[in-house]
């Protein structure tokens, strides 16, 4: 191996060092706290009135459906009764009406799915702004450079964490809440 070779390698070598002691120095000086932001929004006082708003449309929705499928049944019922005394025309228009109304039912359904859901997401995104504006006073009153969330859906869960880095009791106080009894969180 030629000089120019070696002295090329050394460099290289050299700069690769640097850089993975840079990087460690980045990583050792990372402050990383995290919290359950759910268990934060389920504390919260208006979030037990978005919960009896969102149930109270459900239950109007309820009544609407079990209705949609009373009416539906009766028919039904008509149908099986006098099937065999109906035309073939007429059986044909009645088999057609029936399926219509389980289309209607069925639409109904997923119309009213869709409406609470826009409407849980209308009311929970104040509650879900004042929560991460919260989270991100407390994170940088302690310096954070990264919160992760204890728990979320799909998401990977720490499963360790030294409690000091918990700053869930901080965002509550923030918010001005009450954490729960250690009983009511798990």
Request: net charge negative.
């Amino acid at each position: 191996m030629t000089l120019l070779k070696r002295s090329r390698i050394f460099a290289l070598l050299c700069v690769l060092g640097f850089a993975s002691v840079s990087t460690l120095a980045q990583v050792q000086s990372l402050q990383v706290g995290y919290t359950d932001a759910n268990l934060i929004i389920a504390q919260l006082p208006e979030y037990r009135t978005v919960m009896e708003q969102l149930q109270r449309l459900a239950e109007g929705g309820q009544a609407e459906y079990e209705q949609l499928i009373q009416d539906f049944q009766t028919e039904l019922n008509d149908y099986q009764k006098k099937q065999a005394l109906l035309s073939p025309e007429a059986r044909t228009a009645r088999e057609e009406r029936l399926t219509a109304q389980q289309g209607d039912i069925q639409k109904f359904l997923s119309d009213k799915e869709q409406e609470l859901g826009q409407r849980e997401l209308e009311l929970l995104s104040p509650l879900l702004e004042k929560v991460q504006n919260a989270i991100n006073d407390v994170a940088s009153e302690k310096g954070l450079n990264l919160v992760l969330t204890a728990q979320s859906a799909g998401n990977p869960v720490i499963l360790y964490a030294d409690q000091e880095m918990d700053i869930t009791p901080d965002v509550m106080d923030k918010l001005g809440i009450e954490p729960p009894t250690d009983a009511a969180s798990q």
